[in-house]
């Protein structure tokens, strides 16, 4: 199969987790799995606060969110706690997405938006991505 340019992926940044509540997730992480938390991060124009635990070359993000109105929200009203997203890091943000366009691939983000970390997110609609919600990350200083 010959390769292709894809949209730039360099690997996987993390795997984003809903929870009810932030405490309590957090507590089980640590005990049940024997993770460490890194930090917490409060996302006010996302409505979400995120708990990073690194693994390996990846992390979990533990997402609750703030505001009833948000994405994140909606989901865990609908679906409950659970996987929520895959997150792949690519080196240009505003390239990945044009090299979606061109693959006539949906965006839920049409321009990059601040992330968690001071990082650019893109999230691409499941429909383009084999039912997976998928978000685009360009790391802070890349």
Do not use: W
């Not at 340019?5 to 940044?13: T, V």
């Not at 990073?52 to 505001?67: H, K, N, S, W």
């Not at 609908?78 to 080196?91: D, I, P, Q, T």
Request: glycine fraction near 14%; proline fraction near 5%; charged fraction near 25%.
């Amino acid at each position: 199969m010959a390769g292709s340019e894809g949209i730039g992926i360099k690997r996987l940044h993390h795997i984003g987790i809903v929870v009810r509540d932030l405490e309590e997730a957090i507590g089980r992480y640590q005990a049940r799995l024997g993770l460490s938390l890194s930090h917490v991060e409060e996302l006010p124009g996302a409505g979400v606060r995120i708990a990073y635990f690194p693994l390996g070359g990846t992390r979990l993000e533990l997402i609750q969110p703030l505001d009833p109105n948000s994405g994140v929200a909606r989901f865990l009203s609908k679906r409950g706690e659970g996987m929520h997203h895959l997150a792949y890091a690519v080196e240009d943000l505003g390239r990945s997405l044009d090299l979606c366009r061109r693959q006539e691939m949906e965006l839920i983000d049409q321009v990059p938006r601040p992330g968690g970390e001071g990082a650019s997110v893109a999230f691409l609609h499941p429909r383009s991505t084999g039912g997976v919600l998928t978000e685009l990350i360009e790391e802070k200083g890349l």
